[in-house]
């Protein structure tokens, strides 16, 4: 998870560093890393918990279907990150933003302001 994380910093360094509007596709790849990061932190939440929960005080746990299920979750979150991470080699991260539109209006010769722009 710390590898991805490094990408994902990179990515979005990269993208603000150059000031410019994210692709959609690592717009997408940023959204599933932040939603990947927050299940992989819930479930080690999860799994701290049935840490603290032992039997007697032995390494046995009091709920093994649990913890089972738990580290079953977590190897696919990990093929998942593993994943999000083989994705990560984006040949282009930002697109230029577009130029505002301009209107250009002609306008004639100012008259009777003359005086006023010799005095600046």
Known sequence: MDDLKNVYEDVKEKVTGIQKKRTHGVDGWIQNVEATEKEVN????????????????????????ASYKIGKMMCGKMDGVAELQSKANFS????????????????GKTAGLDSLFDNV
């Open 92 to 107: 282009v991260v930002a697109e230029p933003l577009p130029s505002p539109p301009v209107i250009e209006r002609p306008l």
């Open 42 to 65: 819930d479930l080690l939440a999860k799994g701290n918990e049935e840490i603290q929960k032992i039997c007697l005080g032995t390494c046995c746990p009091k709920n093994c279907r």
